[in-house]
T-cell receptor
């Protein structure tokens, strides 16, 4: 029973480069969430999807961030251009539906922007 | 504006004793609460949850207590084991008036639990 799969696990890149983070949710889960974890702000929700449709992107920090979910088994979070302050651990999570079902997290992508 | 607060950054307990982790919230609209455990280099793992219609939920060694009037919840681990050493996050969400969970989780900053053998 595969969990949420994120890739890459680590990404180091230079400021100004485009970064793409990937997520495969658990099969059958209708909701997908992108979170960012930093020392200053803790775990914060960036955006979430329901049935591949973005529902709430109010947590996306700025226009440099974008997220897509082209199908039920794949989502991307893109940062273009990247900046050092984007350095953080980015988590993807999925859940079957709201009905008080917990979200299942991937192991995250540790992003370092130099 | 931190709506979910875990005021203790760390907690150290002896193996076999009780661990009590605390969480306070400010948004009275929250009505579903969860605890997650996180090991280094891994994602948070769901541990236990409680709905606002209850004041206690138990699952093995883990019990969550909810005090709505005080806007406070706590996680009790009895007995504590070295494998419980991890970061524990409290999270909260709310249901809309129609009864469908809104579902957006707001997390606390986490408490590092260390259980000494």
């Amino acid at each position: 029973d595969a969990g949420v799969i994120q890739s890459p696990r680590h990404e180091v890149t230079e400021m100004g480069q485009e970064v793409t983070l990937r997520c495969k949710p658990i099969s059958g889960h209708d909701y997908l969430f992108w979170y960012r974890q930093t020392m200053m702000r803790g775990l914060e929700l960036l955006i979430y999807f329901n049935n591949n449709v973005p529902i709430d992107d109010s947590g996306m920090p700025e226009d440099r961030f974008s997220a897509k979910m082209p199908n039920a088994s794949f989502s991307t979070l893109k940062i273009q251009p990247s900046e050092p302050r984007d350095s953080a651990v980015y988590f993807c999570a999925s859940s079957p539906d709201w009905g008080n079902q917990p979200q299942h997290f991937g192991d995250g992508t540790r992003l370092s922007i130099l | 504006d931190q709506q979910v607060k875990q005021n203790s950054p760390s907690l150290s307990v002896q193996e076999g004793r009780i661990s009590i982790l605390n969480c306070d919230y400010t948004n009275s609209m929250f009505d579903y609460f969860l605890w997650y455990k996180k090991y280094p280099a891994e994602g948070p793992t769901f541990l236990i949850s409680i709905s606002s219609i209850k004041d206690k939920n138990e699952d093995g060694r883990f019990t969550v207590f909810l005090n709505k009037s005080a806007k406070h919840l706590s996680l009790h681990i009895v007995p504590s084991q070295p494998g419980d050493s991890a970061v524990y996050f409290c999270a909260a969400s709310r249901q809309n008036a129609g009864g469908t969970s809104y579902g957006k989780l707001t997390f606390g900053q986490g408490t590092i639990l260390t259980v000494h053998p």
